[in-house]
């Protein structure tokens, strides 16, 4: 499959992801990895709260992915719920 790969279940990190409490939805999600020891997440995120605490979610996320996955370079863009759809992002899922 070539250097890209991870071998990281895709859905699997997904429903994870939306196993934590602040996370209402997950879109545009990408795992690559660019060599032995660097695997990476980005992601946008849509709280499940209008005034969510990003920080919070951000550390959580992190060490989940860190744990669970070996995930060590993670890039997170976090909505509150009034945000609404993505109509701008033609490349969310």
């Known amino acids: 499959m070539g250097a890209g790969t ?11 992801l939306l196993a934590i409490f602040a996370v209402a939805e997950v ?4 795992i690559w990895q660019t060599g032995a020891e660097q695997k990476l997440l980005s992601a946008h995120l849509v709280s499940g709260e209008d005034s969510p605490d990003h920080e919070a979610i951000i550390r ?3 060490e989940m992915l860190l744990q669970k996955y070996g995930i060590n ?10 945000a609404g759809k993505m109509e701008h992002c033609n490349h969310c899922n």
């Open 6 to 16: 991870t071998g990281i279940d895709f859905i699997r990190v997904k429903n994870d």
């Open 27 to 30: 879109n545009d999600l990408h």
């Open 73 to 82: 370079h993670t890039t997170l863009q976090i909505l509150p719920a009034s």
């Open 60 to 62: 959580t996320v992190q």
